[in-house]
């Protein structure tokens, strides 16, 4: 620690540390939105399936403290994501809170929210929180009058703005490649439907020298193993397992399985691979999380034949309706059998307009990989300097140096 860091704690350097409301009030069809764990978002909480409720229920709430102001630090506190949902507040809505989500209100003279929100997020200062100030219960939660006591290190105030500002830069670049390429697949979406299902380039009428084909007529759907069965051996260095979980989040972390880098070529899984989640939670997304092992209950999506852009656009059309045919047959893990790949129809164009629509898609879906991968690396830089940078081991002037 550098001499003009000083040791404090949350409660010292917070003018509020608390949580939302411990009862719920009922909700109505139009009111005032109360929000809980389940709505986080990366930047705050998506307002579009939260509960609301009335005005006067509101007004009590944000009288007891449970409304976030700008700036605040929310936390996810309860639950199966105990202290993974992690934000600073600065959305234009002010809903009431639940008690799954704890309010960090900095005292600005000591400490700025955004080098707060980047403590938080330190690997040393996640597993104190899990080892010592959470609850051993089957429902993992923080328990408040604990957490308070928690240490913290903070430079200068100047200092803290100079660290906060280096991380912000990467995170802010993340945050912009995301709404890119929302943007983008909703463009690559419009673009599809227009062609595939309005026929709007041709008066709203499929042409008579398209063809109707099938999923398994345009793409081979490769289901992964059971990677358990390949671990790595002692001399190997091991290779993170494409699982569920990794395809839902869009990277491996420390937790990911490992299996031998020698499993045959097919299941291995690179960036920009198509995978389709076929069993529990259904997903069809472009993998960009780097090499890894198809693990089984996942369909590595190729074609000898179409490009990237075809297959995927139509096994993403088919999603919503295998979505809905797992949820009828799930007994215990809802999921698809290859015969509603085979029945699920695709229309196949003529060659001039399949390389135009190619032309228009194609780099879409490009520049959608390619930022994510942007963003996997800058995520990994900002995860290394994180630690370091926020325990006073390297300063930033050591990063200028550096170059």
Not at 12 to 24: E, P, Q, R
Not at 146 to 159: H, S
């Amino acid at each position: 620690m550098r001499s003009d860091w000083i040791k404090s704690t949350i409660s010292d350097i917070c003018s509020l540390v608390t949580d939302g409301s411990h009862f719920s009030p009922k909700s109505v069809d139009a009111g005032k939105f109360m929000v809980s764990v389940k709505d986080f978002t990366y930047d705050g909480f998506d307002f579009t399936s939260c509960r609301q409720i009335s005005e006067k229920d509101y007004m009590i709430l944000e009288k007891n403290g449970c409304v976030p102001e700008y700036n605040d630090i929310l936390i996810g506190k309860d639950g199966a994501r105990f202290f993974e949902d992690i934000v600073i507040y600065r959305q234009s809505e002010r809903p009431a809170l639940l008690s799954s989500i704890a309010i960090l209100r900095c005292n600005m003279a000591k400490v700025i929210p955004e080098f707060l929100y980047y403590t938080l997020k330190t690997p040393d200062f996640r597993a104190d929180v899990r080892d010592n100030y959470g609850s051993g219960s089957a429902i993992p939660r923080i328990i408040l009058k604990d957490f308070k006591r928690m240490p913290v290190l903070l430079p200068p105030i100047e200092v803290q703005r100079v660290i906060s500002d280096t991380l912000s830069c990467l995170d802010a670049r993340i945050a912009l490649n995301k709404k890119i390429n929302h943007h983008l697949e909703q463009m690559a979406q419009a673009i599809f439907k227009s062609w595939f299902v309005d026929f709007e380039p041709f008066d709203g009428v499929m042409p008579d020298d398209w063809q109707v084909g099938h999923l398994t007529d345009i793409a081979d759907y490769l289901n992964g193993l059971a990677m358990q069965r390949f671990r790595p051996t002692e001399s190997e260095v091991g290779m993170p397992v494409l699982k569920i979980k990794e395809l839902r989040q869009g990277s491996c972390d420390a937790q990911s399985e490992l299996c031998s880098p020698n499993v045959r070529s097919d299941y291995i899984v690179h960036d920009g691979d198509v995978i389709f989640s076929w069993s529990g939670s259904l997903l069809v997304d472009f993998w960009c999380g780097g090499d890894c092992g198809l693990n089984q209950r996942l369909f590595k999506v190729t074609s000898r034949k179409y490009d990237k852009w075809f297959y995927y656009a139509w096994t993403c059309h088919h999603l919503a309706r295998f979505i809905t045919m797992a949820a009828d047959k799930a007994t215990t893990m809802g999921h698809i059998k290859r015969e509603a790949l085979e029945n699920a129809e695709v229309i196949i164009p003529d060659g001039d307009s399949y390389r135009q629509l190619g032309g228009l898609l194609t780099p879409l879906y490009e520049q959608i990989i390619n930022n994510r991968v942007e963003s996997r690396k800058l995520s990994l830089l900002r995860d290394a300097l994180l630690p370091r940078l926020m325990s006073g081991e390297l300063s930033v002037s050591d990063l200028d140096d550096a170059k």
